[in-house]
């Protein structure tokens, strides 16, 4: 069995940083993509960015591209999420998640992840 748990989110103030991490449980996950997503209050969950198995690859939304960066470890089972110039609208629960499937195009689709943490509140004030 698989379990993702994600923690550093917070209340913060627009313009900080933040770090969320995603460590796994369970079986190996080196070989699966991982992403995060993200759900804010009445919207639909969004992609936020992706990374390939081995790192080399990532892919971010528009709305964080310059801001966000996506990194893992596989050695510690994590993978990383570093929020810079946080805006109001960046106010989430943030979600990891982990993709069998090889990088490809719909990389951002959430129906491509079979694995999920439970999630992070990040909320930025104005």
């Given at each position: ?114 694995y999920w943490g439970q ?8």
């Amino acid at each position: 069995q698989v379990q993702l748990v994600e923690s550093g989110g917070g209340l913060v103030e627009a313009g900080v940083s933040l770090r969320l991490s995603c460590v796994r449980s369970g079986r190996t996950l080196s070989r699966y993509i991982r992403g995060w997503f993200r759900q804010a209050p009445g919207k639909e969950r969004e992609f936020v960015a992706a990374i390939s198995r081995s790192g080399g690859m990532t892919y971010y939304a528009d709305s964080v591209k310059g801001r966000f960066t996506i990194s893992r470890d596989n050695a510690r089972n994590t993978v990383y999420l570093q929020m810079n110039s946080l805006k109001p609208e960046d106010t989430a629960v943030y979600y990891c998640a982990a993709s069998p499937l090889g990088w490809s195009d719909s990389t951002y689709v959430v129906g491509e992840y079979n694995y999920w943490g439970q999630g992070t509140q990040v909320t930025v004030s104005s």
